[in-house]
């Protein structure tokens, strides 16, 4: 999935999950509740998911989650290195993201964002992304 000069988007491969994870977890995507560990793992390891990256020489710069349903595809965990966001690798990594899930055959794209992240609610917002009419419910099955 070639994005631009010098930045591909790629799926990464399990050995990438420490750098993924300290990514997520230096970008405040991280929640007590969810184990990024587990996620990675999970959309790794998964037939209908991925995570997807960019780097450069190397170091890991963006990333995605991406995942579908055979209905919706759905992208979570999208982060950009500190000193690499507002160089447009947020705009590239969310592309490949709607590469990969369109070229996986799902017609929607969906995401969430938390109410109080104004700053990402307007970044998707500028990509095309519009509030759904729709209340997310949700029930943990652990306890």
Avoid: C
Avoid at 37 to 66: C, K, Y
Avoid at 82 to 104: K, N, Q, V, Y
Wanted: hydrophobic residues 40%; glycine residues 12%; proline residues 5%.
């Amino acid at each position: 999935m070639s994005d631009g000069p010098g930045h591909r988007v790629e799926e990464l491969d399990p050995d990438r999950r420490d750098e993924v994870v300290a990514l997520w977890r230096s970008a405040g995507l991280t929640r007590p509740w969810n184990d990024p560990v587990t996620d990675f793992d999970r959309a790794v390891d998964g037939p209908t998911s991925a995570v997807l990256g960019i780097t450069d020489d190397g170091r890991l710069l963006a990333t995605a989650m991406v995942g579908h349903d055979g209905h919706r595809g759905w992208v979570y965990y999208v982060a950009v290195a500190g000193d690499a966001r507002r160089t447009g690798l947020g705009r590239r990594i969310m592309a490949g993201a709607e590469r990969w899930l369109g070229s996986a055959g799902a017609p929607k794209v969906q995401l969430m964002v938390r109410t109080d992240n104004a700053e990402a609610a307007d970044f998707y917002r500028h990509l095309g992304y519009e509030p759904a009419d729709t209340t997310v419910l949700a029930r943990w099955l652990d306890g």
